[in-house]
């Protein structure tokens, strides 16, 4: 009985913690650390304000704590494919083989910025971060955007069929950046499309675009 009694009480905690880290990627996602408040974080997940400190010592803490969230899942999303990616680097690829991996890996960032899940904020807490540079800002570069730009820049040096220059970077940045686009400015980007949410058809659309930049370098 005092197994059982201990598991549940283990699931539970859990459970709370990952109400109140899904409450913070959308507090922090939409108005930032300092304009977030604890209160209004504890009332979305539906926990007494005191749990926050309990879980992760105070908002700082429940921060840095959304942010290991993130990249935890962004590596469990993409981790096989850029750990795929850069073996083969590894071995000298041909152009064909930089080029396939460079559109697999784009249209997979794609979704992940995308965020079809409308209750899923993960992108809009890394945008504001990166731009805002909060107390997340360090961890968050060095283990999202840096090593993906540096994927992204010597599978574009791999297309180009040459060793990596300064100018790779610059193009997967621009890349990437572009792939942002379609999540800070969402709503302009379905009106001009003509959608009201990103469908099938419409990420078929956006995967050949990718195609077609691509082709292009």
Not at 92 to 99: H, S
Not at 140 to 160: Q, S, T
């Amino acid at each position: 009985m005092a197994v059982k009694e201990a598991r549940q009480g283990y699931e539970k905690s859990e459970a709370t913690r990952a109400a109140i880290i899904a409450a913070g990627h959308r507090f922090f996602g939409a108005q930032g650390f300092n304009g977030a408040t604890t209160r209004a974080i504890a009332e979305a997940a539906g926990v007494a304000l005191p749990a926050i400190a309990y879980h992760f010592g105070g908002k700082e803490g429940l921060y840095l704590a959304c942010a290991e969230d993130i990249l935890s899942r962004y590596y469990a999303e993409t981790g096989a494919l850029a750990t795929q990616a850069l073996t083969a680097l590894s071995e000298e690829p041909g152009e064909a083989v930089c080029r396939d991996y460079l559109r697999r890996i784009l249209k997979q960032l794609l979704r992940v910025f995308v965020q079809p899940d409308a209750g899923d904020y993960r992108a809009d807490f890394v945008t504001r971060e990166l731009r805002d540079r909060g107390p997340a800002f360090q961890r968050l570069c060095e283990g999202l955007w840096l090593p993906g730009v540096d994927l992204v820049a010597r599978l574009v040096a791999g297309v180009k069929g040459r060793a990596g220059m300064a100018d790779d970077q610059v193009d997967a940045l621009m890349l990437i950046s572009s792939l942002l686009a379609f999540n800070t400015g969402r709503d302009v980007t379905l009106r001009i499309l003509g959608l009201d949410r990103f469908d099938a058809d419409a990420f078929s659309r956006l995967d050949a675009a990718i195609d077609r930049l691509v082709a292009g370098i």
